[in-house]
Structures are given as structure tokens and as C-alpha cells.
């Protein structure tokens, strides 16, 4: 059974880069029926959309954060990646990776989710 | 502000049924039959309750069911139990081959 699960860093300094990783078992990143998604939770807030790699490695991101978020995947490690540039209190949140099912077009499989806080 | 809208909040008392509404628009709900429904308790990883507007995953309830008419989908839990207690998320694919959500929904089950 998949399993996913996200680690990083808990606080991240103003203007700083947010790195987080999602570790996957049980499952591969090169199979062509999924792709794999980043999202976040600000508190009191809902979901939001982050972005998306699949398995040719096209990455696909949500146009709100511009050229802030890079996504990747490390096949070597099970590894998803994200990484946030130029961070403010506005990205503080629960972020969760998530694999996306390209036949039931919904997110099967989720990361628990870590809590990263922006501050100085 | 979310770009599909839930209520806050929805409440009801065990062996009851309620609904959880989700407006869209013509280039989301509207476009696609790509709705799916989650359920995210705290400290858990979130549940996928309903993909492709009414499909049920393997292992979910039965009393779960979902529909969709126009920009609005909607989710129905029918016979409530404690367990049911959770924030419920809709989402949506968009014509900008991107995904969107709900606000969630606060279930309390009186």
C-alpha cells in the first residue's frame, strides 16, 4: 500500500527558500497513471493547489505563485521535492503531498502533512 | 477566499442525513465531471470520500454519496455517526489544467 510522507524544516526565516520533502513507499514515480502533487493549508484556511509533476517529469504549477515553486522528484530516494522561494507569513501552512490519479482524476493517496511557520 | 464555495459549517445528529454544497463556476464544476471530495481530520492524512463527481473509492461508505447539476456539486451523508465528524473539501479540475477547492465544511454531528 502507498504510504507518503513529508518532512522539513518547521520554520523558515522571511525571504528564505521553504524545502520540503515527501518520502513514497510502495509505489513508483516513473508509472504513467499518476502524477504528484504538492498542496497547503493555511490555518482557518481551505486547500490550495500548489502544483504537479508526472512521470516524464512535466512540472504544472498554480500561475498564483508565479515563478516561486519548483517541484521535483528524486527516483533514486522515492523522493518529491518542493521548494518555495521568497517566502512571507503569507505561506505559512500545512503543506501535504498527494498522488493524483490520472483514471479517477482525484488525489488517492495523502501525506499527513507538516506544519512549516514563516517567521523571524 | 477559495475558489469553489462550501458552507462553514453543517451539523446534524446521528442517523440523520445532511448536505454539503459546493458552487463553481463555468470553467470548474460547470466544464468538467472532475469533482472529488475529501475528508481531513486533524492529525490524519486526508481521505478521498468521492472521485469523478459520484464514485465511491474501494473501503468508503455507502452513506456517502455524491451528485453535481450545473456549477454546484454536492455531497450527502446519509445516516450520521460520530466517526463522520471531520472537515469535508471539495475540489475541481479547471480549464487552466489546474485543480481548485472548496473553503471545507465543519460536520458536527450533535
Known amino acids: 500500500q502507498l504510504q507518503m510522507q513529508e518532512s522539513g524544516p518547521g520554520l523558515v526565516g522571511p525571504s528564505q527558500t521553504l524545502s520540503l520533502t515527501c518520502t513514497v513507499s510502495?509505489?513508483?514515480?516513473?508509472?504513467?497513471?499518476?502524477?504528484w502533487t504538492w498542496l497547503r493549508q493555511p490555518a482557518g484556511e481551505g486547500l490550495e493547489w500548489l502544483g504537479r509533476?508526472?512521470?516524464?517529469?512535466?512540472?504544472k504549477y498554480n500561475p498564483s505563485l508565479k515563478s516561486r515553486v519548483t517541484i521535483s522528484v528524486d527516483t533514486s530516494k522515492n523522493q518529491l521535492s518542493l521548494r518555495l522561494n521568497s517566502v512571507t507569513a503569507a505561506d505559512t501552512a500545512v503543506y501535504y503531498c498527494?498522488?493524483?490519479?490520472?483514471?479517477?482524476?482525484?488525489?488517492?493517496?495523502w501525506g499527513q502533512g507538516t506544519l512549516v511557520t514563516v517567521s523571524s | 477566499q477559495s475558489a469553489l464555495t462550501q458552507p462553514a459549517s453543517v451539523s446534524g445528529s446521528p442517523g440523520q442525513s445532511i448536505t454539503i454544497s459546493c458552487t463553481g463556476t463555468s470553467s470548474d464544476i460547470g466544464f468538467y465531471v472532475y469533482v472529488s471530495w475529501y475528508q481531513l481530520r486533524p492529525g490524519k492524512a486526508p481521505k478521498l470520500m468521492i472521485y469523478d463527481v459520484y464514485n465511491r473509492p474501494s473501503g468508503v461508505s455507502s452513506r456517502f454519496s455524491a451528485s453535481k447539476s450545473g456549477i454546484t456539486a454536492s455531497l450527502t451523508i446519509s445516516g450520521l455517526q460520530a466517526d463522520d465528524e471531520a472537515d469535508y473539501y471539495c475540489s475541481s479540475y479547471t480549464t487552466s489544467d489546474t485543480w481548485v477547492f472548496g473553503g471545507g465544511t465543519k460536520l458536527t454531528v450533535l
Open positions: 510502495g509505489g513508483s514515480f516513473s508509472s504513467d497513471n499518476y502524477y
Open positions: 498527494a498522488r493524483y490519479g490520472i483514471s479517477s482524476h482525484s488525489l488517492d493517496t
Open positions: 509533476i508526472d512521470g516524464s517529469r512535466y512540472t
